[in-house]
C-alpha cells in the first residue's frame, strides 16, 4: 500500500525545498503530487512539472466535472489536486508526496478517510515557523510576492498556526537543513 505525506505550513515556510529534496534523495519510490492551480508561475516554473497552470476558465471546467479530489481558493487563487493524479501514482504503487496548505490538508484527509483504497495511507506533517517576523523575511528573500501579497499570507499565516493541531507531526522550523533531515526521519519511520 502507498504512502501519502502531506506536507503543509504557511507559505515561504520551505515546504518546496523540502518536497524538492525528498524526491531528489528518493525519487524511485517517491512521486511529487503536482497540484493545479490559477496563479501566474514564478521565474522558472514549468506548467505539468511545478504546477498545472491552468486560466481561471480551466479551472472551473475541471471543477464542474468533478476532476478535483480537492480544491480551494488560497490568497485569491485556485489549488487543487486532480484525483486522476494520486490514483495514477497510487496504481503504480508509488509513496505519493503533496505540498499542500492546511485547508487543502483537511479536505485530503477527509477523501482518505471517506476512501477504501487511500483508508490508513495519509501521514501529514505541519511546518512551524519560528515567528511571523521570520515567515516575513523569508518571503521578501525569496522576492515573489508584492508587499500586499505578504501581507495577506501572514494574515493567512496566523490562521493556519492555529490549525497546527489537525496534523499528525508538527515540526517547528530551525533552518533548511535540520527541518529536511527532521522530515527526511519522519518519512523513513512510516515506510
Known sequence: MSL???ISGPAAVGKTTICERLIQEFGDGLSRLVTATTRSPRDGEKHGLDYFFFQKSEFEEKLSQNQFLEH?????NDYGILKESILSAQEKGLDILLNID????ASLRKFCQDTL???????TIFIRPNSLEDLKNRMIQRAS?????AQVRLVNAQAEM???DEFDYIIESADKETDYQTIKEIYLSLK
Open 117 to 123: 483504497v487511500l483508508n490508513g495511507c495519509l501521514s
Open 162 to 164: 492555529e490549525r497546527q
Open 145 to 149: 510576492e508584492s508587499e500586499e501579497q
Open 4 to 6: 501519502i505525506l502531506a
Open 72 to 76: 480551494e481558493n488560497i490568497h485569491g
Open 102 to 105: 492546511v485547508n487543502g490538508s
